[in-house]
């Protein structure tokens, strides 16, 4: 099983830390901090371990902010930090230094190549609006990818972890970032614009079909990667201007022969089927399948096929799998899947997800046939 995200805020993450303001602050009580902050860590989760060893570093560092942010951008300067280490750095700066937008923001370009400051940021997008974003346009011209990337994941309206930040939700002020990476040269960078992108058509997907269409009409060395990962949300909801902007004509194409390995599966198994589909137009077949029960309906990427002409077929097969996860409940019961072809479903089969067999005992299994 792998490690916990949480266990990776620990005695060894503290110490680089601690190793790294000492070199720059020989005054730094190298021993009292990291004292206080593995006491306790245990039973924390990995946010409150953050927060915990930033609180730390605080009573360590009993500075004015400006100084203390000094001696934090001299501790990034060494090279030695990574995403562990150096994110209560990062945490420090986002709860001391409101008062003091230019240092805090420099503190965070400095560590962003070694911890990315995309949570840190936002409480400054907060409260010091405009003269953040400006800096953050900074960000989007420099030559270092890290900040590049910060300038589009600390603005995302949606940003996974991190609290709201209320003017972000709307369409506008962001733009201008995107437009500014969306053909960068980092593909770390450009994912993050497509993420960005994504969290906006969640709640305003006509500007993000904007967007994305005066995207495609300029052009650009990635344009059709990015706007395909951006228009994700928008392709498993089917909608039509998102299919057409990558070339697809929305409800062509038909499903055929859809079949399951077994119609029985059992928990921590997977459901494999084969399905045939035909193109009802030329151009792209985007491909969907969806999973559904009671209440839930969830979409996958099936994959994507050019047809050279109307009636061009392809068999595609595919596994999924019903691994129990911590962030989601698979119940045992009856399913549904849907094969979906350009934005319609063109195929229906039923299946049943059962309790996982005693060792040796198999669960009795049957094909239902489809339902086209």
Same mark, same amino acid.
């Given at each position: 099983m792998a490690q916990p995200l949480k266990d990776m805020i620990n005695a060894r993450s503290v110490s680089v830390l601690a190793d790294g303001l000492a070199a720059v602050w020989p005054a730094f009580p190298r021993a009292r901090f990291a004292e206080r902050a593995e006491a306790g860590l245990g039973p924390l989760e990995l946010k409150d371990r953050v927060r915990h060893v930033s609180a730390a570093l605080h009573d360590a560092? %009993? /500075?004015?902010?400006?100084?203390?942010?000094?001696?934090?951008?001299?501790?990034?300067?060494?090279?030695?930090?990574?995403?562990?280490?150096?994110? %209560? /750095?990062?945490?420090?700066?986002a709860v001391h230094g409101l008062g003091h937008l230019e240092e805090a923001m420099a503190t965070l370009a400095a560590i962003t190549p070694y911890s990315t400051g995309e949570f840190a940021v936002r409480p400054y997008l907060d409260r010091h609006r405009d003269d953040a974003l400006k800096i953050m346009y900074s960000w989007a011209e420099s030559p270092d990818e890290h900040l590049r990337r910060l300038a589009s994941e600390g603005s995302r309206p949606r940003l996974p972890w991190a609290g709201r930040v209320g003017w972000l939700m709307a369409p506008g002020p962001t733009l201008p970032l995107l437009d500014l990476l969306r053909d960068d040269p980092s593909e770390y960078v450009r994912r993050s614009v497509a993420n960005h992108v994504n969290d906006l058509a969640k709640d305003h997907p006509d500007a993000a079909l904007a967007l994305l269409a005066r995207w495609v009409g300029s052009g650009g060395s990635h344009v059709e990667r990015v706007v395909r990962h951006a228009a994700r949300g928008l392709l498993r909801a089917g909608h039509p201007e998102a299919l057409e902007l990558l070339g697809a004509t929305p409800g062509s194409g038909s499903a055929d022969a859809l079949t399951l390995d077994s119609a029985v599966v059992p928990v921590g198994g997977s459901l494999a089927f084969t399905v045939t589909v035909t193109a009802g137009a030329p151009g792209p077949?985007?491909?969907?399948?969806?999973?559904?029960?009671?209440?839930?309906?969830?979409?996958?990427?099936?994959?994507?096929?050019?047809?050279?002409?109307?009636?061009?077929?392809f068999t595609v097969r595919k596994s999924h799998s019903f691994r129990p996860v911590t962030t989601r409940n698979e119940p045992p019961g009856p399913r549904e899947l849907d094969v979906i072809v350009n934005g319609r479903v063109a195929a229906t089969v039923p299946f049943t997800l059962v309790e996982a067999a005693p060792a040796g005992q198999a669960a009795n299994s049957s094909v239902s046939p489809p339902t086209v």
């Open positions: 560092l %009993p /500075l004015p902010y400006p100084r203390a942010a000094e001696l934090a951008r001299a501790c990034a300067a060494r090279g030695e930090l990574d995403l562990w280490s150096g994110w %209560p /750095l990062t945490d420090h700066t077949l985007l491909l969907k399948y969806a999973v559904r029960r009671a209440g839930s309906r969830r979409v996958f990427h099936l994959g994507r096929r050019e047809a050279a002409a109307e009636g061009t077929a």
